[in-house]
């Protein structure tokens, strides 16, 4: 039987052509649908059904480090986007070790990060909102 390796290393991720660095510790990106792909309705006699949901829409969540350069380029699409509308981006995660990835042709920054200054490094988590994301979630080699 051979082992599967998962290198955090290894997943790229590319925010409206740049590629972020400077990842927390711990989970670093999650993406989520808003919605279930179908849901279950049961008739009165126990019969289900089921309707499809074509809301593809979707979360991006990023934990940078205070000091990643990744925050100012983020922190530049949120701004462009208040300021002109112009801040929606492509989005693509990719596990580089496996068969994982996420793509949204267009993303934005549903609002700036909570910002804390203390004794230590902090983090920053930003909520990136997604138009459509088509997700593969697959296994690492």
């Given amino acids: 039987m051979a082992v599967k390796t998962y290198d955090p290393k290894g997943v ?4 409206g052509g740049h590629i ?3 990842y927390a510790d711990g989970s670093f990106v999650k993406v989520a649908r808003n919605e279930d792909m179908f849901t279950t309705k049961i008739g009165a006699d126990g019969e289900p059904s089921r309707t499809k949901s ?5 979360t991006l969540e ?3 480090l205070q000091s990643s350069a990744s925050n100012d380029v983020l922190s530049g699409y949120a701004l462009a986007d208040e300021l002109s509308n112009g801040g929606q981006i492509p989005i ?3 596990d580089n070790n496996g068969t994982s990835i996420y793509v949204s042709e267009a993303g934005w920054v549903k609002k ?3 910002a804390e200054l203390g004794k230590e490094l902090g983090e920053r988590t930003w909520v990136i909102e ?3 994301i088509d997700m593969f979630v697959g296994g690492n080699a």
């Fill in 12 to 15: 790229s991720l590319i925010v």
């Fill in 20 to 22: 972020v660095q400077g």
């Fill in 54 to 58: 074509n809301n593809k829409s979707g």
């Fill in 62 to 64: 990023i934990t940078l």
């Fill in 92 to 94: 693509m995660v990719k």
């Fill in 112 to 114: 700036m990060p909570d």
């Fill in 130 to 132: 997604c138009g459509a």
